[in-house]
């Protein structure tokens, strides 16, 4: 049974760090794009990050250079670094597999399986 489960939110200051993870189990998680996604209630939901089979990452815009997507095979999860956070960022953050390697492209309509979702809230 495929299984996501995101931890690692929080409330956190403006330019404060946040480290979320996505544990994952029922699927050889390195053999699809994973990704990270965030939505705010009353708002479409948003891709932040993936990461595809072979390691490749894209971000959206409004976090590149602050962001890190990154797999764990040691804890077989997917991780999101999140730095200088912004109150902008606060939202409530997914963790998703595409059914393919690769999601150049990609909407969030696209992926099969999501998680929950973990709060981030960022106060100025």
């Known amino acids: 049974q495929v299984q996501l489960v995101e931890s690692g939110g929080g409330s956190v200051q403006t330019g404060g760090s946040l480290r979320l993870s996505c544990a994952v189990s029922?699927?050889?998680?390195?053999?699809?794009?994973m990704g990270w996604f965030r939505q705010v209630p009353g708002q479409e939901r948003e891709e932040v990050a993936t990461i595809d089979a072979l390691g490749r990452t894209a971000y959206a815009d409004s976090v590149k250079g602050r962001f890190t997507i990154s797999r764990d095979g040691s804890e077989n999860s997917v991780n999101l670094e999140m730095n200088s956070l912004e109150p902008d960022d606060t939202a409530m953050y997914y963790c998703?597999?595409?059914?393919?390697?690769?999601?150049?492209?990609?909407?969030?309509?696209?992926?099969?399986?999501w998680g929950r979702g973990t709060q981030v809230t960022v106060s100025s």
């Open positions: 998703a597999r595409h059914p393919r390697p690769y999601c150049y492209n990609s909407k969030s309509a696209d992926f099969v399986d």
């Open positions: 029922g699927f050889t998680y390195s053999s699809y794009c």
